[in-house]
């Protein structure tokens, strides 16, 4: 791929920014400088280059969450941390408060296996359903053995917003029953709403609260277009992680909720035998977005499966760069990436087995490392303190940063926003940021202003429907009320002989989470040292500002999660 330096040269009042070339050892290296009236410190593309190249190495054999890997990459940003002066804000299991590391106490959840049956007791008797084929399930992460035979309730896609006038449980029986839900969501909710609304989490606790015993997700055509069942199935004995809380109770998990199931498609029609709509009907209304409204089934269904447990522990790693303002520096601007990544997996006809997870997220994580060792290095600090999170378990559902969020080392009121960087796609010379989350909050003009100043634009989400606001770890800080944003790379190149856009597609289709996300990809360590300049930037117009970011008046998120 032909990809040409991307370069940085404009003055404003007390910021310049210019390109230099420095020699070492004879070699030219590429830096971006940054001037201010107070000191002049460098963006340096080979230190982001030597951080990736150590985490994505496959000594450290993809760093999955609680593996040997990962631990050595932790002990890597700890190091780093240490190098730089910062002062360690995490907490040890005796309560240090002088260490780096935050503890995370998982439970790690296995299926065992030929376990897992469901049965449908029909009219003309039982159906039993084939794992795998016709139905996948996950292990109990609560008791080692479930049994549970109830009858089934079709509650529509299960959601409820009062906001948005839903509530697919009115007027509805479902205590002691199993109900049974479409995948998905109404389309007609906003795409980053409607992922909060739509998603497992929020569909289990109303199931629970309405006193349903068992739940059973109906994959659908519509999503077969998206994500065959097949391809989910091919995961289905992978280990679920949850993490503990202090009483050893798995977090987010509804006890209520003995078991569950997801049923593939064609294989849930016998459940819908004689009931008072046909599920291909019903498969028709969800494609069309037409109204779907729940009702009893005539059926009875036997859900069953065994687990075993394993607890396992992993850090997230924290760090802080205190404040020079004697008010606000009370106040923190949070940096976060994830350093998780798969680990071990194979496939046939690859001899490689290790998934490196140079972009997802190694790139994330040295651009932070990188971002905090110019914070680290200016003489006068931002006015707020800047908080550094690494998390872990991103992976397995954003359980590191969820961990934190609801476990935060310092109080989460004197957290003001969080920047969270997640495979930033430095493979080209990028034009433009995203940040996922600006609409919601004052952050996004926040953001635009400090892109500004370096002559990088913000542009609008250019994939809306994927709800990418809610699927990396900025979501966790969301959810305890915190204004965040997920900052990524543009489409827009300075290239113009380069599209963005196509270069994201390719790399989601054949590299994100495979053994080939890995170094030899033609990363462009000049764009790497752009992003993180951004990022400093960003972090540097919220640290100084002397308003703190505000969730936009009566914003969905906003009000739904206020501290």
């Known amino acids: 791929m032909n990809i040409h330096p991307s370069k940085i040269v404009q003055k404003i009042s007390i910021v310049a920014f210019s390109a230099m070339t420095l020699f070492a050892c004879n070699k030219p290296e590429p830096v971006v400088q940054v001037i201010t009236e107070e000191v002049s410190h460098q963006v340096q593309a080979d230190n982001i280059k030597a951080h990736i190249a150590f985490l994505a190495d496959d000594t450290l054999q993809g760093r999955d969450t609680g593996s040997n890997g990962y631990q050595i990459a932790a002990n890597y940003v700890k190091s780093y941390f240490k190098q730089l002066g910062l002062t360690p804000k995490g907490a040890d299991a005796a309560g240090d408060d002088k260490s780096f590391e935050q503890q995370v106490r998982f439970r790690k959840t296995y299926l065992v296996d030929g376990s897992a049956s469901a049965t449908i007791h029909g009219l003309k008797g039982d159906v039993i359903l084939d794992y795998a084929t016709d139905f996948i399930t996950s292990g109990s992460s609560i008791d080692n053995e479930v049994a549970i035979t109830a009858a089934t309730v079709f509650v529509g896609y299960g959601v409820i917003s009062e906001e948005f006038g839903y509530n697919d449980y009115e007027n509805i029986d479902v205590e002691g029953k199993i109900v049974v839900a479409l995948t998905g969501r109404p389309d007609d909710l906003p795409s980053e709403e409607g992922a909060h609304i739509g998603s497992n989490a929020e569909k289990s606790r109303h199931a629970a609260e309405h006193g349903a ?139 490689d087995t290790i998934n490196n997870g140079a972009l997802d997220n190694a ?180 640290a100084n500002k002397n308003e703190r970011p505000q969730w936009h008046k009566g914003d969905f998120f906003g009000v739904t999660f206020a501290q």
């Open 213 to 351: 015993i068992g739940f059973i997700t109906l994959h659908t055509p519509k999503r077969e277009k998206v994500r065959s069942f097949a391809k989910s199935a091919e995961n289905a004995n992978a280990p679920r992680l949850h993490w503990l809380t202090k009483d050893d109770i798995p977090f987010g998990q509804q006890a209520g909720l003995i078991a569950g199931a997801y049923i593939q498609h064609d294989a849930a029609k016998a459940l819908f035998e004689g009931a008072i709509r046909t599920l291909d009907d019903i498969y028709a209304a969800d494609i069309n977005n037409s109204a779907i409204k729940g009702f009893a089934l005539p059926y009875k269904v036997t859900l069953k499966n065994r687990s075993r447990h394993e607890q396992i522990t992993s850090p997230n790693i924290i760090a802080s760069i205190e404040g020079s303002d004697r008010e606000l520096k009370n106040e923190y601007v949070v940096f976060s990436a994830h350093l998780d990544h798969i680990g071990i997996s194979s496939k046939d006809g690859d001899d």
């Open 363 to 542: 790139s994330g994580v040295a651009i932070l490392l990188e971002t905090a060792r110019l914070l680290a290095q200016m003489p006068t600090k931002p006015k707020r303190s800047v908080l550094f999170v690494v998390v872990t378990g991103e992976e397995k559902g954003l359980l590191g940063s969820s961990y934190f969020a609801n476990n935060p080392t310092l109080p989460a009121t004197q957290l003001v926003a969080n920047v969270n960087l997640d495979m930033p796609l430095v493979l080209y010379p990028f034009a433009d940021v995203i940040a996922f989350g600006s609409t919601h909050s004052t952050l996004g003009e926040i953001v635009a202003t400090a892109a500004k100043k370096i002559d990088i634009e913000l542009s609008e989400d250019p994939m809306p429907e994927q709800a990418l606001f809610t699927r990396s770890d900025h979501y966790s800080f969301v959810k305890a009320g915190i204004p965040s944003v997920f900052l990524m790379t543009g489409f827009k190149s300075t290239d113009e002989n380069i599209d963005g856009g196509a270069v994201f597609g390719d790399f989601l289709k054949n590299h994100y989470h495979q053994h080939s996300d890995e170094i030899t990809l033609p990363i462009n360590y000049d764009a790497a040292a752009n992003f993180a300049l951004v990022n400093m930037m960003i972090g540097l117009e919220i």
